[in-house]
Nanobody, 127 residues
Framework: QVQLVESGGGSVQAGGSLTLSCAAS????????WLWFRQAPGKEREGVAA????????HYADSVKGRFTISQDNAKKTVYLQMDSLKPDDTAMYYC????????????????????WGQGTQVTVSS
């Protein structure tokens, strides 16, 4: 059974950095799409960063472009989200998700299109 486990969340002051990790177990698919998305209380889910491991293509939401970086380590079956210049608006529960195979560019940031989700890790940014 595929499991995705996020880690690395925490509390940080505005302007600080955090690195989230998503480790996959029992995940045997090679070329896949991976997504980091977030949800704050009372707000809709927002896909923030995605990567297609088949070619290393990445895609970012405008709200995080230039501040967040998604990367992969295929050997460790782990996907990372480096978050820099954090803002209070970045406060949310962050989740990772995986989808075997490809997704079109317009669907890369859509959480509902992903087959597997993790349980989330909380990120809190104080001003």
């Amino acid at each position: 059974q595929v499991q995705l486990v996020e880690s690395g969340g925490g509390s940080v002051q505005a302007g600080g950095s955090l690195t989230l990790s998503c480790a996959a177990s029992e995940y045997t698919y090679s070329s896949s799409c991976w997504l980091w998305f977030r949800q704050a209380p009372g707000k809709e889910r927002e896909g923030v960063a995605a990567i297609y491991t088949g070619g290393g293509v990445t895609h970012y939401a405008d709200s995080v472009k230039g501040r967040f970086t998604i990367s992969q380590d295929n050997a460790k079956k782990t996907v990372y989200l480096q978050m820099d210049s954090l803002k209070p608006d970045d406060t949310a529960m962050y989740y990772c998700a995986a989808h075997p195979g490809r997704l079109t560019a317009r669907r890369l940031l859509v959480p509902d299109d992903y087959s597997f989700w993790g349980q989330g890790t909380q990120v809190t940014v104080s001003s």
